[in-house]
């Protein structure tokens, strides 16, 4: 059974930095695009970033152009989301997703606090 989990999350002062992970197990993660979301309360969740299988494509929500990085290592089966110059409005619960045509995986979300 495919499982993706979130770690990295936690309360940053704006201007800071956050390096969320998501580890990958149970399936093939190289053939899988990977995005992060993330969800503010009583919200739907938004798409921040993807990334291709093959890692030679990207996008960004255009609120965190420049700020943020999506990455992965097909090779550990992890994708990371380099999180920078934070601001409050970046606080929300992030999720890592594996999609492909067949189906996709949701990790269980990290709380990211960005607030002085």
């Known amino acids: 059974q495919g499982q993706l989990v979130e770690s990295g999350g936690g309360l940053v002062q704006p201007g800071g930095s956050l390096r969320l992970s998501c580890a990958a197990s149970?399936?093939?993660?190289?053939?899988?695009?990977i995005s992060w979301h993330r969800q503010y309360p009583g919200k739907e969740r938004e798409v921040v970033a993807t990334?291709?299988?093959?890692?030679?494509?990207?996008s960004y929500l255009e609120s965190v152009k420049g700020r943020f990085t999506i990455i992965r290592d097909n090779l550990k089966n992890m994708a990371y989301l380099q999180m920078n110059s934070l601001k409050p409005e970046d606080t929300a619960v992030y999720y890592c997703?594996?999609?492909?045509?067949?189906?996709?995986?949701w990790g269980q979300g990290t709380q990211v606090t960005v607030s002085s």
């Open positions: 149970g399936f093939a993660f190289g053939f899988y695009e």
């Open positions: 997703r594996a999609a492909r045509w067949s189906g996709n995986y």
């Open positions: 990334i291709n299988n093959a890692a030679t494509d990207t």
